[in-house]
């Protein structure tokens, strides 16, 4: 069992709307989560990072982590064409990445 | 300042042949990660430099991987004995220290063909 499960998608959602995306993982441990967006033929880039249970909020982007179920959500509002990319998560303590999810958002 | 580079960006070689792969981490950060990335798969961790030594090498598939520090700054991996599955893009990264494993900028990657 990988550390961090992702649901590869491909995920596509119209231009404005509200995109949730998803990980889960397997150990208890972990404290902090990061979030990585990539664009095509590009390195990921570090979009936001949030410690334990609770939510972090920045600009568009919520990241959100359930500690009991082990769920750990990126929420992404008045979603844009430009957020096309492919979203990563991984724990901060080993950043062994999931297999990340692929979003088209449409005009 | 500039970011994390990596030379060559593309790499196309014969089944069997050596390979080096180069990376230039942002200056003064002494953490460096390697990885590799296969078509929709997330980065696959390799090994993790703590200033000139692996802190981790857990993620080396198998003993035709290397990687060097020598110097604490540029990096890089040696492939040798290439087989076509080894044929990914590979990912560099570095971090500042103090910030544990994350917050890592990563570089545009080496695209590496196995013929």
């Known amino acids: 069992q990988k550390e961090v499960e992702q649901d590869p998608g491909p995920l596509s959602v119209p231009e404005g709307a509200i995109v949730s995306l998803n990980c889960t993982y397997s150990n208890s441990a972990f404290q902090y989560f990061m979030w990585y967006r990539q664009y095509s033929r590009k390195g990921p880039e570090l979009l936001m990072y949030t410690y334990s249970s609770g939510n972090k909020e920045d600009g568009r982007f919520t990241a959100q982590v359930d500690k009991s179920s082990k769920y750990i959500s990126l929420f992404i509002r008045d979603s844009q064409p430009s957020d096309s990319a492919t979203y990563l998560c991984a724990p901060k303590e080993n950043m062994r990445f999931g297999a990340g999810t692929r979003l088209t958002v449409k005009p | 300042g500039a970011g994390v580079s990596q030379t060559p960006s593309n790499k196309v070689t014969e089944k069997g042949k050596y390979v080096e792969l180069r990376c230039d981490p942002i200056?003064?950060?002494?953490?460096l990660y390697w990885y590799r990335q296969s078509l929709g798969q997330g980065p696959e961790f390799l090994i993790y430099?703590?200033?000139?030594?692996?802190?981790?090498d857990s993620g080396l598939p198998n003993d035709r991987f290397f990687a060097v520090r020598p110097e604490g700054s540029v990096s890089t991996l040696k492939i040798q004995r290439t087989e076509r599955g080894d044929s990914a893009v590979y990912l560099c990264?570095?971090?500042?220290?103090?910030?544990?494993?994350?917050?890592?900028?990563f570089g545009p990657g080496t695209r590496l063909t196995v013929t």
């Open positions: 430099f703590q200033g000139t030594g692996a802190a981790d």
């Open positions: 990264a570095s971090s500042a220290t103090g910030t544990g494993r994350g917050e890592q900028y």
């Open positions: 200056s003064g950060h002494t953490a």
